[in-house]
């Protein structure tokens, strides 16, 4: 999927790959997770993590496309992979100054129906979730599952062409502010990492890299 979001945005925008360090490529017991990130011009960031555990029988990638100079709310796509098991989640999460109109997502919906819903335990970001958000699961559900999230993706690309520039301080408050609340509160990503690389380098990982709220 990377490669796919990835060209998606080439054809639009110009991406510049970012120096992650060391934490480009993270190795610890069974998991390894190997990371992206790139600067979309004029957009704001686009971050990639992919994990592989259980000798590669349980594997997930995670896109998060953070507008800063755009007034469009993040977006995560999560795609995993285990014992057999898909799922298949695109979120939005309100970090918008002005609200934008989501109803383009809503013939997405319809079209995917028949597949079945992925409910997540309740969390604190609930009330950040954006009626967008389109999460399924399944066995064998590949081709529709990958189809799905291509769909979510070119239209949150084209609301994206077509949203307001905004001032990229205040967009980046609102970021932060989700950020912030994220690792002090936790999430099922966050609380993982920081089992695996500790607080500190977590809190690098995501402020810096996934987020960009800082440099």
């Known amino acids: 999927m990377k490669d796919i979001i990835i060209n998606e945005l080439r054809n639009r925008y110009s991406l510049e790959q970012r120096d992650m360090g060391e ?36 594997k997930m990638e995670t896109c998060v496309l953070t507008p800063i100079e755009k007034d469009l709310s993040f977006c995560n796509i999560d795609i995993i992979k285990a014992m ?50 389109i999460c399924k699961k399944g066995k064998k559900i590949t081709a529709k599952g990958e189809a799905l999230m291509k769909e979510c993706l070119n239209t949150y690309l084209d609301l994206l062409d077509q949203v307001l520039v905004c001032d990229p301080v205040l967009k980046t408050e609102k970021n932060k502010v989700y950020v912030e609340r994220l690792l002090s509160e936790g999430g099922a990503a966050v609380d993982s990492m920081n089992k695996i690389i500790g607080q500190e380098k977590t809190g690098e990982l995501i402020r810096k890299f996934m987020y960009h709220t800082v440099d």
């Open 23 to 58: 934490l480009k490529n993270i190795h610890k017991g069974m998991y390894n997770f190997d990371c992206e990130a790139y600067t979309i011009k004029g957009v704001g960031n686009l971050f990639f993590i992919n994990m592989k555990a259980m000798f590669g029988l349980m």
């Open 84 to 133: 057999g098991n898909e799922t298949y989640m695109f979120e939005m999460y309100d970090t918008c100054i002005n609200q934008t109109d989501l109803s383009d997502f809503d013939p997405i919906k319809e079209k995917y129906k028949d597949l079945e819903n992925y409910e997540t335990a309740p969390r604190w970001y609930d009330s950040y979730k954006l009626p967008s958000c």
